[in-house]
């Protein structure tokens, strides 16, 4: 019964390159949210997706972020052109479409550096 | 979401239970109170969840006053392992969480 799966776990990209974050929700959950940690800050939510469909992005950047959760296959975040302001740690939860609460299981993150 | 307010740190001897308070005046009739911890670089992980009745789980246990204006995580017996920084957080279910500064709870041996 395996969590949620994120990878990389760690990412270095240069300036201007590009970063892709993969998230697997844990089996039977079609529902999947971004969030990005800074350093030394609380966790802040970027987007929430459900199979296909973009239910929520206030929390992304208007430029350069992108999220897609296709039909076959994980949850993708990516970041064109990353600066050293995307630095951080990017989280990935998902939770059940049949429960009351929708809780959220978090997977481990992804430590993203840009040089 | 509703807004929680909770202290910014506490301490609590390994073995003792550590009760965790929040306040979430403003919360509305159809808002939950989630509990969750953040072990340090480690992914937030999710402890319980609450309506408006007392709950508990192999983790901790929820315990929700009367108005619902304020709640209290109650681990039994702290270990170590449990030193974090705890969240709680009142909103709609399916909604993005909102995270706030949290508690630091240290458990010291």
Known sequence: NAGVMQNPRHLVRRRGQEARLRCSPMKGHSHVYWYRQLPEEGLKFMVYLQKENIIDESGMPKERFSAEFPKEGPSILRIQQVVRGDSAAYFCASSPPNREAYEQYFGPGTRLTVT | ?109
């Open chain 2, 1 to 109: 979401d509703a807004k929680t307010t909770q202290p910014p740190s506490m301490d609590c001897a390994e073995g003792r239970a550590a009760n965790l308070p929040c306040n979430h005046s403003t919360i509305s009739g159809n808002e939950y109170v989630y509990w969750y911890r953040q072990i340090h670089s480690q992914g937030p992980q999710y402890i319980i969840h609450g309506l408006k009745n007392n709950e508990t789980n192999e983790m901790a246990s929820l315990i929700i006053t009367e108005d619902r204006k304020s709640s209290t995580l109650i681990l039994p017996h702290a270990t170590l392992r449990d030193t974090a920084v705890y969240y709680c957080i009142a909103n709609n279910a399916g909604n993005m969480l909102t995270f706030g500064g949290g508690t630091r709870l240290m458990v010291k041996p």
